[in-house]
């Protein structure tokens, strides 16, 4: 059989002596290779000037616990110890002290080898200082970033996406928890069971849309006290996997405060409403008293006197009765007071002519006061058209109109009669209800303007507070 010739370059090292080869490979090898016996001296050294600066020469028959930091030096014992105990490779990290007297860090893999029958350690050494370094920046950091989160105002926590803790800030300064007794909890297990699922829904809905999201809800202390936080949650991304930042406050005091408000407040429109429901039994034991005085006279104008004071005080107790049925006593509506209060006042006549009342009244809200102004106004300019716009006539219509443009409010009583602008004549310009609405008028700000064709019609043009709501 015909044998292959080797390569040129396998036939050169075959010929290269095992020692040579061996001697080079050590020698340019980048990590320094050093042999000690079971009792720890150099009888190897490679090429130390290279890593340490020392000669090997200088090396050879000393300690290898020598050239290490005093403060490193049990450690570096204990592994080697170990390599010789075990037999098992062993890995450590240490400051190792070089010939000018400064010390560098380095990292030993040491294991148990046998030359001639006797046990030995081989280590291979390299320099770490620049993974070191990079490792004491990241640290500091670390350290820097703990120390903010540690004293910030807020708990500032990490968990899963199920809600499982895996970071806690220093707690105990704000729920009275280690940091390592909440470790590995769930966030949601120290809520109050009603406030839970509420916080489980935004959680879940946080994450699912990577939105940041806000609750306020109870949560247990470690001494067992309820207290109010105020929790902003995010979605952050670490070391690959999805996570949840959270940072809570305590506004225990705020929600004191509010719920002290809100009882202040409850507690004044209780008695607000008190005051209007004492106000309308008044005004309706009044209104019983001008009804039984107007009975009791027989001369007309007297009669009629108190007559139009009960309207006027009608249009108030409507109001008032309006407002203590209201669970809002700050606006109210203009449609639901001036509709049923015009069709009271239309029927009060009844007997004298029959009158359609038509009214189109704007779905908006105003205040009690301005509300209170617009009733009388309408009492009087409805009483009036009644009694003057329809003589020697068998029926009519009236309008009632209120119409918001922009800031302005529309307000308008029409006629299709014959004589109402004989009460809005000379005469009765200086009347005491026409007297009335233009003092009324003036009041909220109205300007009034009148017309007389085919009927008569009363514009008033009421500015609108900027508060007042469109419904």
Not at 155 to 173: A, N, Q, Y
Not at 322 to 345: G, H, K, T
Not at 416 to 424: F, H, L, P, R, T
Not at 442 to 448: F, L, R, S
Request: net charge negative.
């Amino acid at each position: 059989m015909h044998t292959p010739q080797a390569s040129g370059s396998s036939a050169n090292l075959t010929a290269v002596d095992d020692g040579s080869l061996l001697e080079a490979i050590v020698a340019n090898t980048l990590d320094f290779i050093t042999l000690a016996d079971t009792r720890g001296r150099f009888v190897f050294a490679g090429k130390a000037h290279e890593l340490s600066g020392f000669q090997t020469e200088q090396l050879l028959g000393s300690s290898v616990f020598a050239v290490v930091h005093p403060d490193d030096r049990a450690g570096v014992q204990e592994r080697f110890e170990r390599v010789l105990e075990t037999g098992e490779p062993q890995t450590v990290e240490y400051r190792a002290r070089c010939a000018d007297g400064t010390c560098g860090w380095v990292e030993t893999v040491a294991r148990l080898i046998e030359l001639g029958g006797e046990p030995y350690v081989l280590c291979n050494t390299r320099n770490v200082d620049d993974r070191k370094a990079v490792e004491q920046r990241l640290h500091e950091s670390e350290a820097f970033l703990r120390s903010i989160v540690d004293n910030t105002f807020d708990l500032v926590v990490v968990t899963r996406i199920d809600g499982t803790l895996t970071f806690v800030g220093k707690s105990h300064e704000l729920i009275g928890y280690d940091p390592d007794e909440l470790l590995g909890k769930n966030a949601f297990d120290l809520m109050q069971p009603e406030h839970r699922e509420h916080a489980r829904r935004l959680f879940e809905r946080m994450v699912a849309t990577r939105a940041p999201n806000r609750v306020e809800h109870p949560y247990l202390t470690a001494d067992g006290a309820w207290i109010w936080l105020e929790t902003v949650g995010r979605v952050i991304e670490h070391h690959g996997e999805i996570r949840v930042l959270l940072n809570s406050r305590d506004i225990s005091e705020r929600k004191r405060a509010e719920q002290a408000d809100k009882q202040r407040i409850e507690e004044q429109a209780t008695l607000l409403k008190e005051v209007h429901h004492r106000v309308k039994n008044n005004m309706s034991t009044i209104l019983s008293l001008l009804a039984l005085q107007a009975e009791s006279l027989t001369e007309p104008a007297s009669v009629q006197a108190l007559q139009e004071a009960h309207g006027r005080l009608r249009a108030m107790q409507m109001l008032y009765d309006n407002l203590y049925r209201s669970e809002n006593l700050q606006r109210m509506s203009l449609r639901d007071y001036l509709v049923p209060l015009a069709e009271d006042i239309v029927s009060v006549f009844a007997d004298r002519v029959p009158v359609e009342l038509e009214t189109e009244i704007a779905e908006l809200e105003l205040s009690p006061k301005k509300l209170s102004t617009l009733g009388i106004i309408t009492n009087e300019l409805l009483t009036n058209a009644i009694k003057h716009a329809f003589e020697g006539m068998q029926r009519g219509t009236i309008r009632v109109a209120a119409r918001a443009h922009g800031d302005r409010l529309e307000f308008t009583v029409a006629d299709d009669g014959s004589g109402m602008n004989a009460w809005a004549d000379d005469e009765h310009v200086t009347s005491f209800g026409w007297s009335l609405i233009r003092i009324l008028s003036n009041h909220i700000g109205a300007t009034v303007g009148t017309e007389y064709t085919n009927g008569t019609r009363v514009v008033l043009d009421i500015p609108l507070a900027q508060n007042t709501h469109h419904l």
